[in-house]
């Protein structure tokens, strides 16, 4: 198990997107829907880099979830977004928490989890391996494409992948 137990270089920001996580927590585990963590909490979880910065939430589920997922924010009042791209947005002001679809975005991903601990909430989160392959599908995706922002993103995927492949091997320091 991972604490988090430290924070990036946009702490107000990311003390709020905390906040805001645990809530959509709270809202799955009333559904029994358990995601997985993956994205930047996840990388920071691992790396531990407070340089960088965390924007948002990443989390998969099932897609056959997502109806019920958008039931209960209805239920809240709380805004969301379902993209095309097999991705529900969870909104509220400037944070954002992202349900991925499993079944779409892990296809042919070798999942293992760990576990970490954000205050009294514990998440599964991709496993070190499985994350680092994450990153490696979603640049290979994107690589050699011309568009600036896929540009942009292949790059801020890149860094990521090389932050986790620096630290492969090593034992956590924070790992309990």
């Not at 709020?16 to 997985?36: N, W």
């Not at 991925?100 to 296809?107: A, T």
């Not at 860094?159 to 924070?174: A, P």
Request: aromatic share 12%; glycine share 6%.
């Amino acid at each position: 198990m991972i604490a988090l137990d430290r924070f990036p270089k946009n702490k107000e920001k990311f003390i709020r997107l905390i906040g805001f996580f645990k809530e959509v927590l709270e809202i799955c585990g009333g559904l029994d829907v358990f995601p997985v963590l993956n994205g930047s909490l996840a990388v920071f979880a691992y790396t531990d880099d407070q340089e960088m910065n965390v924007n948002d939430v990443d989390l998969s589920c099932s897609e056959t979830e997502f109806p019920r997922i958008i039931n209960a924010l209805e239920a809240r009042d709380i805004s969301y977004r379902l993209r095309e791209w097999h991705v529900l947005q969870v909104i509220r002001d400037d944070l954002k928490v992202e349900f991925d679809s499993g079944e779409y975005w892990y296809k042919d991903l070798p999942v293992e989890c760990e576990i970490l601990q954000v205050d009294d909430f514990k998440v599964n989160m991709l496993g070190l391996n499985s994350l680092i392959e994450f990153y490696r599908k979603g640049m290979n995706d994107r690589v050699g494409k011309t568009d600036e922002n896929e540009k942009t993103k292949y790059e801020a995927l890149k860094l990521k992948f090389e932050m986790l492949e620096k630290i492969k091997g090593y034992k956590f320091k924070r790992h309990l």
